[in-house]
């Protein structure tokens, strides 16, 4: 079964058991809201349905809220250009999310941001949950199923149907008890402080800003000559800029192996674009859209093609490959067995993507040897602790971590 599967031969949970709450989408109705939390009391469940597969970016089309004594609210943000409000009714309140990074960004969006969270997907993950979406963990621990229909549609849709209202309010009708529940299986296991560091680092997480978002299209790997990714990286900020001003999400537009296939073709006209990547949705104003965009990129001098690669990966001193790529083995096979000693995830442990860039570290020559003389263990623990906790890791990933990686580090063979 997959992260979000659960056996169907548990109860179903599958209607509010106070029914459904009206939705808040007028002034008075979010005064009333905030009302009904600010008379509650304990943490708050807190849960946002976005639509990025319809509209363009991320924002929240509904926040759910529950809380004991206030019971649940169901928030339409479309009518506000702020939920402050709300945020300060909940100032000092635990939130409880389940995978609190899809959701912090679009509710910081709503001016709402918690002083102190527990994230039940990071809980689970954390505790070795095989399966760790919001439904199996809800059937793990509270041996309920919740039902997952309504997870994909388009919650832009106004009026939001009463199914998909009861949906998204069952998705907090019991995430307290569940949050309490993995709480004492953290303190049992003696993960609780791991895992209030982590939802402490969480309290800070915003999406990434990449300088050259293009650069993650699926399919760039197929471009060979800087010319093509200035025709794909051309198409794309056409296609954001569209998906932009129609609010439509820019897949729906043209998909990213599209624009990898009219970067590599050879394009002179609409009909191209047709030949190119087909009919299906593409208008001929599209097909003549994506046209002038390559014609841009073919018109570009040398000097401002793109590089093959991000210049942030082009810069500073490199190691010899084949030094990186065993040293990449070898530590990520510490990081294996540490895992299976501890039973919490590897990539909970330390970033996969930062124990690649470790082994790449230029100052970390074989066997723990500086360029120039030698290092000792204590010499070489600070340099690997250093380098992690400069790159954002906690402080217990280090203790953990720290000890493997330098062994690993000495062990292998010297110059």
Request: aromatic fraction near 4%; proline fraction near 7%; charge should be negative.
């Amino acid at each position: 079964m997959s992260a979000n599967d659960v056996s169907p031969d548990l109860p179903l949970l599958s209607e509010p058991a106070e029914g459904l709450p009206e939705v808040a989408s007028t002034p008075d109705a979010l005064r009333a809201a905030v009302t009904r939390l600010e008379a509650g009391n304990g943490s708050v469940a807190v849960d946002a349905e976005r639509a990025s597969g319809f509209r363009y970016g991320q924002r929240a089309f509904l926040v759910q809220l529950r809380r004991a004594g206030a019971g649940t609210v169901l928030v339409d943000p479309e009518p506000f250009s702020s939920l402050a409000i709300l945020d300060e009714a909940l100032r000092g309140t635990e939130w409880v999310l389940h995978a609190a990074t899809q959701d912090l960004p679009c509710l910081s969006d709503l001016d709402m941001r918690p002083d102190a969270l527990f994230d039940t997907e990071l809980a689970a993950r954390l505790l070795g949950y095989e399966r760790f979406g919001l439904a199996a963990v809800v059937g793990e621990t509270m041996g309920v199923r919740l039902a997952k229909e309504h997870s994909a549609v388009d919650w832009s849709t106004r009026p939001l149907p009463e199914a998909w209202l009861s949906y998204a309010a069952l998705d907090v009708e019991i995430l307290l008890e569940v949050a309490d529940v993995l709480d004492a299986q953290l303190h049992a296991r003696g993960l609780a402080e791991y895992a209030q560091q982590e939802f402490e680092h969480l309290l800070e997480f915003a999406p990434p800003v990449r300088e050259e978002p293009w650069r993650r299209m699926h399919g760039l790997g197929s471009l060979r000559t800087p010319r093509q990714l200035a025709r794909a990286r051309e198409v794309w900020l056409a296609r954001d800029a569209l998906g932009r001003a129609e609010d439509r999400a820019p897949s729906l537009l043209l998909r990213d192996r599209e624009i990898a296939a009219l970067a590599a073709a050879r394009i002179r006209t609409a009909d191209d674009v047709f030949r190119a990547v087909g009919t299906g949705r593409l208008t001929r104003k599209d097909a003549r859209r994506w046209c002038e965009a390559l014609r841009r990129a073919d018109s570009l001098p040398d000097d401002e093609l793109p590089a093959r690669r991000p210049a942030g990966e082009r810069s500073g001193p490199r190691v010899d490959r084949t030094l990186v790529r065993d040293r990449t083995g070898a530590l990520r096979e510490a990081m294996r067995s540490l895992a299976d000693d501890t039973g919490i995830p590897h990539d909970l442990l330390l970033q996969p993507a930062l124990v690649k860039a470790l082994a790449a570290r230029p100052d970390l020559a074989p066997g723990g040897r500086l360029p120039g003389g030698s290092q000792s263990s204590a010499e070489l623990s600070a340099a690997v602790e250093a380098f992690l906790r400069g790159e954002g890791a906690r402080d217990w990933q280090l203790s953990l971590s720290v000890p493997v990686l330098v062994r690993a580090l000495e062990r292998m063979p010297r110059d």
